[in-house]
């Protein structure tokens, strides 16, 4: 096994997706303090479903660009320049993040705000790790303890010496995710989906009295990871900052563990899962939390709400990408049963409430 058959691969452009080459190629050498020569080759990759990802091959060295989506987007949502801007500012104190290169808002060059970064070699562990690489059981829960730490430790980050303090309003967090996804979700539904009226009822009967606020993710996933190509338990980036804000850090702990499919759940979950997170010696659900609340020295605290919330969440992040698949904003097939996964994640957080 070779490091280039394990390391996260882009594929040709989706279509209805391409870049204006040109333009964007004239901007970045008028713009980028290092030499590029000729006209990058584009590829894409598949994982994001939410900001679309491209790799621009030089001569010299790949670069990687993001830009929003086609189509209605949330409000808030999608904003390059915010996310250019968080990483760039975090990058002193949190090694893990990419280093941020340039941030174009020129619609002339495209119909997009978008940014340039580095572009980290790794192994990024999607459904499953890639063909060759095998992960024994210690190394499956070393990676999970791993990740934890990275999470504790980006809660932990000194939010005034980052500059990040007036990042987002902090204070009320809750009451504006609550109240934000419920909007979400109903603007972007279709006529083949829950109204999920009676999940946003009980979140809102049953949300917390109390909140903590310190810099989190909100989207801190096993496949928004980069590991290295010689230790796969060894963590060297972590992607996809769009959502990153101020907000409570059991909040972020329920949305990453919405994604969380262990080897005992049920088929349809398995059907959806988007992380290695099945395999022997990985962390269950309950775990992580365990874990999490004994590296941070807090007390146990009952989980339920941030597990229904996370996948409420989860159902109207699906939702909103099922909305631009349905009124063909998006052609991407991946999206054509999003529906159904809907369905599914409603029926999780009924069956959480219950418990």
């Known amino acids: 096994m070779t490091a280039s058959s394990v390391l996260d691969q882009a594929r040709d452009v989706r279509a209805g997706e391409e ?60 904003d390059m320049a915010r996310e250019f801007r968080l990483q760039k500012a975090l990058k002193p104190v949190f090694p893990a993040v990419p280093e941020m290169f340039a941030l174009c808002q ?56 980052t500059g990040l303090h007036d990042l987002a309003k902090g204070e ?80 972020d702990l329920g949305n990453a563990l919405a994604y969380w499919v262990e080897a005992k759940d049920d088929r349809l979950a398995q059907a959806t899962r988007r992380q290695p997170t099945h395999l022997p010696g990985m962390l269950t659900r309950a775990e992580m939390i365990e874990t999490y609340l004994a590296k941070r020295g807090l007390e146990h605290t009952d989980f339920r709400w941030y597990e229904v919330f996370g996948l409420f969440r989860l159902a109207g992040i699906a939702q909103q990408i099922y909305y631009r698949y349905h009124h063909k904003q998006t052609r991407n097939p991946a999206f054509k049963n999003f529906w159904f996964f809907v369905h599914y994640l409603l029926w999780r957080s009924k069956k959480a409430m219950r418990t």
């Open 19 to 78: 870049l204006p080459v040109d333009s964007i190629n004239d901007w970045l050498k008028t713009h980028l303090s290092m030499p590029l020569t000729g006209s990058p080759k584009v590829t894409q990759y598949s994982g994001g479903a939410s900001n679309w990802t491209y790799c621009l091959s030089y001569p010299e060295r790949d670069l990687i660009l993001r830009r929003a989506p086609k189509g209605t987007k949330a409000k808030g949502a999608h």
């Open 106 to 161: 020129d619609p002339s060059v495209l119909d997009s705000d978008f940014y340039i970064m580095e572009k980290l070699q790794g192994i990024i562990p999607r459904r499953n790790f890639p063909k060759g690489l095998s992960v024994s059981e210690d190394q499956a829960r070393t990676l999970c303890l791993n990740m934890l730490d990275q999470l504790v430790q980006l809660h932990e980050v000194d939010l005034e010496a």
């Open 172 to 251: 009320g967090y809750l009451d504006r995710q609550l109240s934000g996804w419920c909007d979400r979700y109903t603007k972007a539904k279709t006529w083949n989906v829950p109204s999920a009226k009676k999940v946003m009822r009980w979140l809102q009967e049953n949300k917390p009295t109390d909140e903590n606020i310190c810099l989190t993710h909100n989207d801190f996933r096993l496949d928004n990871l980069v590991l290295a190509t010689d230790d796969p338990t060894r963590i060297t980036g972590i992607l996809d900052w769009e959502l990153a804000t101020l907000g409570d850090p059991l909040m």
